[in-house]
């Protein structure tokens, strides 16, 4: 296993508040504790205190997953859930079609190793990872595909509303259609098999709580859709605070624009921060509602982005959630009004970010005198490293010879004037240098074309169309060439509470 570590800020490929979070720069205004273990053990004891309906949630889960081949752990996982002792690591995500881009992999495998390090620290508790199902979303055109080798896969439905109750219609042939471009190999054959188990269900919602089972069951996954008309029962007074009072949208907006003074804020905050996802729609409510509908129905309120996550720590004995920095940022949105409701705010974990680099590819890599660190280098800056070190083209040690001779001409005279004259001029001697040594770095390419373009074929598999590949890849390549042993490398090397990206090259199963 070759593996290499590099800080966010350096890989300039995330956002502001990310690499200030990770650095531990953010003022703690925006959050309640930092991602330290040492921080975890007053998170535990502040959840403690809160009052979870543990028998509920019990009753819940045991509902949701009563048709599924839970493994051991999974169901000892639900059964602990009913002692005070037990508290939840969680992370959610779309319904993306065959679990979407790698990220999706990604939280879960951070949910799971994070409750196994929360184990180890405190074994008087028990941590147990838990997977929230964004099933009432109905933003389907961000879940209806995948991206492979190059090419976009699409599910095609006319269904409309909260895509958790879409029917799978119409997915069979999105599989048919990728069976085509996969080889024989047992590992292709078998993640069609899982894929077509999985999407043979009545529901996308059904479907895509068999796929994280069939992938993370063994490791202990509890998941969760909190669409449930029991569950929302403990909504309803955060309903009639925002949709019956409108109490919630001054308390969000006062956090949000200190947020946006410093960074960009995620999520937009309205009057109301709910929809009606009654007669197969999902609409939003701009307007009061009266307390008895509230009362009498509170499973056609669906909570939008900032109103979730109050939710989420309402019905869980959550005491982490790890999310991507988007969700972070919007997390950040809440603090306030998390101490106006008196619920927790847990410990924002931002998820791993992994980036795979297939042993084939690192040895060429190094073969062209280049170190996985370089990976974020941008195409030219690779380019011109490769040929510097395969030529005598560099052209530094003439640049510091003219600097030295102009800066000697400076130092000859005190004239103002003439001083900026002369600092002019070399620049200009420096620009033409530079010019000169990009014609000669050009024809060096057109030498050299083959390891150029070897570069370019490694860097486009690391950066799909220009993104992380983790924003854009889905299991299936990686699932084709490792098979189980992909996400049990992950299960191995992810440490949640390390704040670097990690570059992974694990040798061919």
Not at 326 to 354: C, D, G, H
């Amino acid at each position: 296993m070759q593996k290499h570590k590099i800080s966010y800020s350096d890989t300039q490929s995330f956002s502001k508040i990310v690499q200030m979070y990770t650095e531990e720069k953010v003022s703690d205004k925006f959050y309640n504790r930092y991602p330290n273990i040492n921080q975890f053990e007053d998170q535990i004891k502040e959840k403690q205190s809160s009052n979870i309906d543990r028998d509920l949630l019990y009753k819940v889960l045991k509902n949701q997953n009563s048709t599924l081949q839970l493994s051991k752990k999974t169901e000892q996982n639900i059964e602990l859930l009913r002692n005070k002792n037990a508290f939840t690591i969680t992370t959610g995500h779309q319904l993306c079609l065959f679990t979407g881009p790698l990220y999706f992999i990604y939280k879960i495998v951070s949910a799971i190793n994070l409750s196994k390090q929360l184990t180890q620290s405190f074994p008087e508790n028990n941590f147990i990872p838990v997977f929230w199902m964004a099933s009432e979303d109905h933003d389907f055109e961000e879940i209806n595909h995948i991206n492979l080798f190059g090419k976009k896969y699409h599910w095609k439905t006319n269904q409309s509303g909260i895509v958790g109750d879409f029917n799978t219609s119409g997915i069979d042939s999105v599989i048919n259609d990728i069976e085509e471009v996969l080889d024989e190999s047992e590992n292709s054959k078998k993640i069609l098999r899982i894929f077509r188990k999985c999407y043979s269900e009545k529901n996308l919602s059904e479907s895509s709580r068999l796929l994280v089972n069939e992938l993370f069951g063994k490791y202990g996954i509890v998941i969760l859709d909190a669409n449930d008309k029991k569950l929302k029962q403990k909504l309803i007074p955060i309903i009639k605070e925002d949709v019956g009072n409108q109490n919630l949208h001054s308390i969000i907006s006062e956090r949000t624009e200190e947020l946006s003074d410093e960074f960009k804020s995620q999520a937009f905050v309205r009057n109301i921060n709910f929809f009606n996802i009654s007669e197969g729609k999902r609409e939003r409510i701009t307007k009061k509602v009266s307390e008895d509908e509230i009362e009498n129905n509170p499973e056609i309120f669906s909570p939008n982005v900032l109103i979730r996550p109050l939710y989420q720590e309402l019905i869980l004995p959550n005491i982490a959630y790890i999310g991507g920095g988007a969700e972070i940022a919007y997390w950040m949105q809440l603090k306030t009004v998390f101490k106006y409701l008196n619920i927790p705010f847990p410990i924002l974990v931002l998820r791993n970010s992994v980036m795979w680099m297939e042993e084939r590819d690192l040895k060429k890599w190094r073969k062209l005198g280049l170190k996985m660190s370089d990976v974020f280098r941008s195409a030219d800056d690779l380019y011109k490293k490769f040929i510097l070190e395969k030529s005598n083209i560099n052209l530094d040690l003439e640049k510091k010879k003219i600097e030295d001779i102009y800066c000697d001409l400076e130092n000859k005279t005190s004239d103002i004037s003439l001083k900026q004259s002369i600092k002019s001029e070399a620049m200009k001697q420096i620009k033409s240098l530079e010019r000169l040594e990009k014609k000669l770095i050009k024809l060096e390419k057109e030498k050299h074309e083959i390891s150029i373009n070897q570069i370019n074929k490694i860097k486009n598999k690391l950066f799909p169309n220009n993104v992380l590949q983790e924003r854009t890849d889905n299991i299936i390549s990686f699932y084709l060439n490792h098979g189980n042993k992909f996400i049990e490398t992950l299960m191995e090397e992810i440490n949640p509470l390390d704040t670097n990206f990690l570059i992974l090259s694990p040798e061919k199963n």
